[in-house]
């Protein structure tokens, strides 16, 4: 069976895409502001990612806001996704990958609600371009993701959250379909399989992402996330 997943018109999830150069999909890395409570939440999810046990490492702290720390986690994903697909944007090109799809099975078409109002096929780097983009514009609003002190989240930022982290899984589920080899020759594959595992112990925990949607790589979740050892060691 295909199945085709469209990006939804949703105005209170919508950024402005400009024209970026289409094959420049990494993005730039984006900073939390020192000095910030997220700022240091990250110094602490570090502390705890480095203590080697991921399951540990995406549990809420005691005491702390959950929006603060699903904002701090948006970011590093974003980061951590952007460094990874960085590595294999020379061979993800249009004319190789002239749809976003996660096998012969899954195909992602791309709608931001401006510039794209209906879901329409791109190339995979055109996805992911459009879709950085749009995170990164999201990060950079502070109505959205607020970074001061005493600044309220927005009422649905939960939801935005869900669709960004719905959205970025799609790159992972592209990079394992279509580009895993690249991966592998490129030695690469510890880096991205404990990237991934965080990832989806993170979704995991704060149910971001539907069971339906994750079909494109479930055996590989499970694998991950079912046959591993009561410590997880991150590799840096």
């Not at 950079?140 to 993701?145: L, P």
């Not at 982290?165 to 594959?189: C, D, M, N, T």
Request: hydrophobic share 35%; net charge negative.
């Amino acid at each position: 069976m295909w199945h085709t997943y469209s990006d939804h018109n949703d105005p209170r999830l919508s950024g402005t895409d400009k024209d970026l150069p289409k094959n420049k999909t990494f993005k730039p890395k984006r900073n939390i502001p020192d000095g910030t409570k997220q700022y240091a939440l990250k110094k602490y999810a570090e502390a705890t990612l480095g203590a080697g046990n991921l399951r540990l490492a995406v549990s809420l702290p005691d005491g702390e806001d959950a929006s603060e720390w699903l904002a701090v986690n948006t970011v590093d994903f974003f980061n951590q996704i952007n460094l990874l697909y960085g590595t294999i944007t020379e061979f993800c090109t249009p004319q190789e990958c002239p749809v976003m799809s996660a096998g012969p099975k899954y195909e992602y078409h791309w709608c931001d609600g401006v510039q794209f109002k209906k879901p329409v096929k791109v190339s995979a780097p055109e996805y992911v371009d459009y879709l950085m983009t749009w995170v990164q514009q999201l990060l950079d609003d502070e109505a959205v993701f607020p970074s001061k002190i005493g600044v309220p989240f927005p009422k649905l930022f939960h939801s935005t959250v869900k669709t960004i982290f719905k959205r970025l899984f799609r790159v992972y589920a592209h990079i394992y379909h279509v580009h895993f080899p690249r991966i592998v020759s490129l030695g690469e594959e510890a880096h991205l399989n404990t990237s991934f595992k965080h990832f989806i112990y993170f979704v995991q925990e704060f149910a971001l992402i539907d069971r339906k949607e994750l079909a494109p790589l479930q055996e590989l979740i499970e694998t991950l996330t079912h046959v591993s050892s009561g410590t997880d060691f991150a590799s840096t």
